[in-house]
């Protein structure tokens, strides 16, 4: 297979990993930032665009998930499959997932698969297992992207002002 698959984009290059689904191989680029990370000042606040980066961004692990209650709010909650695979939590937790077909390039004009994951705007990410992206981008040659987005009272808690409207998740 190589190299590690590598990206220009008007951020700046981004490194990749590539693995193996089924004996195919698919390349992954993971936990890329779409948005500043909403701490600080910025928590409550509309995201912010991220900044270019010089350096080329290893997308090679998986990011925290952002923060929940993970304590079975549902009865089936617990025994959902890959729910408990998270990668910890953390209020810095605006990426994406990209999974690609192998050979994919800019000129192969593939259908592009957008994925927000359910969970009724309080639990849930893209890092579990369900959601990853690798399986589906091999056998049906599509680009998956899949997001995380603010949950709970740090993406939708509103005090009707200007200051924290709400839907604040993305």
């Given at each position: 297979?190589?190299?590690?698959?590598?990206?220009?984009?008007?951020?700046?290059?981004?490194?990749?990993?590539t693995?193996?689904?089924?004996?195919?191989?698919?390349?992954?680029?993971?936990?890329?930032?779409?948005?500043?990370?909403?701490?600080?000042?910025?928590?409550?606040?509309?995201?912010?665009?991220?900044?270019?980066?010089?350096?080329?961004?290893?997308?090679?692990?998986?990011?925290?998930?952002?923060?929940?209650?993970?304590?079975?709010?549902f009865?089936?909650?617990?025994?959902?499959?890959?729910?408990?695979?998270?990668?910890?939590?953390?209020?810095?937790?605006?990426?994406?997932?990209?999974?690609?077909?192998?050979f994919?390039?800019?000129?192969?004009?593939?259908?592009?698969?957008?994925?927000?994951?359910?969970?009724?705007?309080?639990?849930?990410?893209?890092?579990?297992?369900?959601y990853?992206?690798?399986?589906?981008?091999?056998?049906?040659?599509?680009?998956?992207?899949?997001?995380?987005?603010?949950?709970?009272?740090?993406?939708?808690?509103?005090?009707?002002?200007?200051?924290?409207?709400?839907?604040?998740?993305?």
């Amino acid at each position: 297979m190589g190299a590690l698959p590598e990206v220009n984009t008007p951020l700046g290059k981004i490194e990749g990993v590539t693995s193996q689904i089924e004996g195919l191989p698919v390349k992954a680029f993971l936990g890329i930032p779409y948005a500043k990370p909403p701490v600080g000042s910025l928590r409550f606040l509309k995201p912010n665009p991220v900044e270019p980066w010089d350096n080329i961004f290893q997308a090679n692990k998986q990011p925290p998930a952002c923060m929940q209650y993970t304590e079975g709010p549902f009865p089936w909650y617990d025994d959902m499959p890959g729910y408990d695979t998270f990668y910890g939590t953390s209020e810095d937790c605006l990426y994406l997932n990209i999974y690609t077909p192998y050979f994919a390039n800019k000129r192969s004009k593939l259908a592009v698969l957008f994925w927000i994951h359910g969970g009724g705007f309080t639990l849930g990410s893209n890092v579990i297992d369900m959601y990853d992206g690798r399986t589906l981008s091999q056998r049906e040659n599509v680009i998956v992207v899949t997001i995380q987005y603010r949950l709970g009272l740090f993406g939708f808690l509103s005090s009707n002002t200007s200051d924290a409207p709400g839907n604040m998740g993305m």
